[in-house]
Every structure is written in C-alpha cells, then in structure tokens.
C-alpha cells in the first residue's frame, strides 16, 4: 500500500494580466501548507493545466518544488498523444516528486483494453509512482471495473483519484487493496473516508483548509461524530464552490480572502455575481480580514 493519505489541495494557477502569477502561487502555496494540507497536486484540471504551454506548467511546478517538500508534491500529466506524454514524462521525473497523476485519454475514447495498455505503458515509463485519475465526464472514457482493477496491480499505480462516480467501482477498490483510493469528489469526502479511502483530493479544500484536515483526522481517530459535524459545516461552502465550472469559484474564493487576483484563463470565464454573493455570505472576505 502507498503512502498517499490525507487532504491534497489540487492547487489553481494565479493569473495576472494573462501570465502567471508566480508571486501569488508561491503566497498561496505558503498558505496551504501553513494549514497543514498533506500534499498538493501542481496542473491537475482545477490548475486549468489545459490552458498553460508546456514551458509554463513546468515553471509552476518548479515553483511550487522552491516551497514544498517533494514528498508532497504531485504533478499533473494529460494528453491523448502517447508518445508526446512520454515525453513530457521524462521531462517532469528529472525532478523529484511525490508521483504524477494521469487521467485517461481524453476525446478519442479507448477500447477497455486499450485504456490498459495506456495505463500500463505510462507506469512501465515513469520513475515515479503514478496515480490514476478517473474522471470521465472530462475524459469522456469510462474505466469498468475489471480494468480498473487490473490497472492498480502494477506496482507503480499506487492510488486512484476516484471522480468515476460509480460507488460499485469505489468499492471493489477499497475491498482489492490494491491502491489507495484518494477521493476527487469533494462532496463525498465524509462518507468515502468513513469507507475506507486514504484521504482526499479536493479542490474545496484551498479555503478553510485547517477545517478540511480536521476533518481527516478526525474520522482517522474515530471521532465519526465530530467528523459529522465539521463535514456538515463545509458542506455549504463545497456546493457552492462547484455551482460552476471549477476552478471559477475557488478562484473568486480565494481573491475574497486577499490571495490571489480573481482571473481564469480563457476559455473559462470567472464566477456569476451570484457565486460571489454567495460566498460572501459565507464571510469569507470578513475570514481573510480577521487573520490581517
């Protein structure tokens, strides 16, 4: 079993007149870890990873490698030309690094066998532990459970960010043993981490990140009432932070809060007026204040 447990922040990019916010990144990223998070994860989607050039993704994760210990360090890798994410492999694993974590193929929707060869060729060429992230509502390709669970016993894929939305899937997972399971929907982290999941990959968990590791800890030690009850109290905040198209509201979030500037790159657009008056009701902005 790996050792990847606890609360992971998939970090977003600062952007300020278009470029990346390096100085926002590293006040952020000091932030988080000040808080306590586990690990963070560098160009996952919430990072908007898609919409940065190779030069710029490596730059943040350098960047992020300046403050935080490698150990807690994980870089995105995606694409759907395989010989090209090889290589942007070999680039990313002249680093040290916690792990890459690896969503299947997206637009060209893969046979299940192929979606295996793709896993398995990826875990034969990386130095580095990888994670498998199963979110087919972006990739548009459904891992079924035989191949999933054929995929987790290579030695090299040691845990799954579980935003597959199948419970029978997320089950057979945590019965197999095979790999960590590290939940990727923020609002089944009470109930996944009560089942057995390591811990959690959640983009929620940029704001009040203190609460979210409370959380963890709390269902570690058993303290299932407690956990109840804190879980219940950052309900409100992860729904609202995924009314819209992450990573538009984390970002308007953590501009209330006075650490980074509130700008996505196109073709995201920020958050509704609406998203922004709700989550100043949740006193976030008055939250950033008090800590002033």
């Known amino acids: 079993m790996s050792s990847f447990q606890g609360i992971w922040v998939p970090v977003v990019t600062p952007f300020h007149q278009g470029q990346v916010d390096f100085v926002g990144l590293r006040r952020l990223v000091g932030h988080l870890l000040n808080a306590g998070v ?82 398995n060729t990826v875990a034969e060429r990386s130095r580095l532990p990888v994670i498998l992230y199963d979110i087919p509502y972006r990739t548009g390709a459904t891992l079924a459970c035989e191949t999933l669970l054929n995929i987790t016993r290579h030695e090299r894929i040691v845990a799954v960010k579980d935003c597959g939305g199948n419970p029978a899937n997320t089950l057979a997972l945590l019965a197999s043993g095979n790999a960590a399971v590290l939940v990727g929907e923020d609002a089944q982290i009470f109930p996944a981490l009560c089942l057995g999941a390591q ?44 009314s819209e198209p992450n990573p538009a509201p984390v970002k308007t979030a953590l501009a209330l809060q006075g650490l980074i500037a509130d700008e996505l790159r196109a073709p995201l657009l920020g958050s509704s007026d609406g998203v922004r008056e709700l989550l100043l009701g949740l006193g976030l902005a008055r939250a950033r204040a008090a800590q002033a």
């Open 38 to 119: 586990h690990g963070l994860v560098v160009c996952g989607t919430t990072g908007e990873a898609a919409a940065l050039s190779q030069a710029e993704q490596l730059a943040v994760l350098d960047a992020v490698l300046e403050l935080a210990p490698a150990e807690q360090v994980v870089m995105g890798l995606a694409g759907n030309h395989l010989a090209d994410l090889l290589g942007r492999l070999d680039e990313i694993q002249q680093r040290s690094l916690a792990a890459v974590l690896v969503p299947a193929p997206y637009y060209i929707r893969p046979s299940q066998a192929a979606l295996e060869s793709f896993f």
């Open 199 to 242: 811990g959690a990959i959640a983009a929620a968990a940029h704001i009040h990140p203190e609460q979210f590791v409370a959380l963890y800890e709390q269902v570690q030690s058993q303290q299932w009432l407690a956990a109840r009850a804190t879980f219940f109290s950052l309900l409100p905040l992860i729904q609202t932070l995924f």
